[in-house]
């Protein structure tokens, strides 16, 4: 089946500095989402990714989908400590295939 | 709107007890899920629905029951609990507009089996 790699599993930053979280999929997806959940919550919707190529920014964020829609990436750009929490990428298979196969997910600190 | 909520919060259960988690939205999506997250294991799909009257499983459905006789309820029902079934569960729903599907995250139920 489905099944979506995400690097690194956990990551220790000083606040100023750039994070990169990275997602591989075993198979071509049809779009590909990022979620932010912070520590004790939920998971929360940050983008979605559709296009082969596709870069998109939100602020310091920015994501970035491969050219063959296997691979994508979320950058964070000079890290504050509101950005702590976990980031998941997931992916959604093409055709009929309604699952939505998340990745384990990255844990995100910042050292202030 | 409420978005998506679930009850119980937290519950403890003993082994072999049977329970329903709760899950409801008030956002007419057709489309839910459940899924449980355990540490370092990220989030895997139990079962889900497209529609009410629609179910299928996921990637961990064993030792759970769905199902969906209304578009705003989602209820997950553990048959026989077990130690392995410690976990948060989160329930989600979704809709499809101009091909974007977020999905919409209740705030979890955390589930100890003892």
């Known amino acids: 089946g489905q099944q979506v790699m995400q690097i690194p599993q956990y990551q220790h930053v000083q606040e100023g500095e750039d994070f990169t979280t990275y997602c591989n999929s075993s198979?071509?997806?049809?779009?590909i989402q990022w979620y932010k959940q912070r520590p004790g919550g939920h998971p929360v919707f940050l983008i979605q990714?559709?296009?082969?190529?596709e870069v998109k920014k939100q602020k310091r964020l920015t994501f970035q989908f491969g050219e063959a829609k296997k691979n994508s990436s979320l950058h964070i750009t000079a890290t504050q400590t509101t950005d702590v929490g976990t980031y998941f990428c997931?992916?959604?298979?093409?055709?009929?295939?309604?699952?939505?196969?998340f990745g384990k997910g990255t844990l995100l600190t910042v050292n202030p | 709107n409420a978005g998506v909520t679930q009850t119980p919060k937290f519950q403890v259960l003993k082994t072999g007890q049977s329970m329903t988690l709760q899950c409801a939205q008030d956002?007419?999506?057709?489309?839910m899920s459940w899924y449980r997250q355990d540490p370092g294991m990220g989030l895997r799909l139990i079962h889900y629905?497209?529609?009410?009257?629609?179910?299928d499983q996921g990637e961990v459905p064993n030792g759970y029951n769905v199902s969906r006789s209304t578009t705003e309820d989602f209820p997950l029902r553990l048959l026989s609990a077990a130690p392995s079934q410690t976990s948060v569960y989160f329930c989600?729903?979704?809709?499809?507009?101009?091909?974007?599907?977020?999905?919409?995250f209740g705030p979890g139920t955390r589930l100890t089996v003892l």
């Open positions: 997931a992916g959604r298979g093409g055709g009929s295939n309604y699952k939505l196969t």
């Open positions: 989600a729903s979704s809709y499809t507009l101009e091909g974007t599907d977020t999905q919409y």
């Open positions: 990714l559709v296009k082969s190529g």
């Open positions: 198979t071509t997806l049809s779009n």
């Open positions: 956002m007419n999506h057709e489309y």
């Open positions: 629905s497209v529609g009410a009257g629609i179910t």
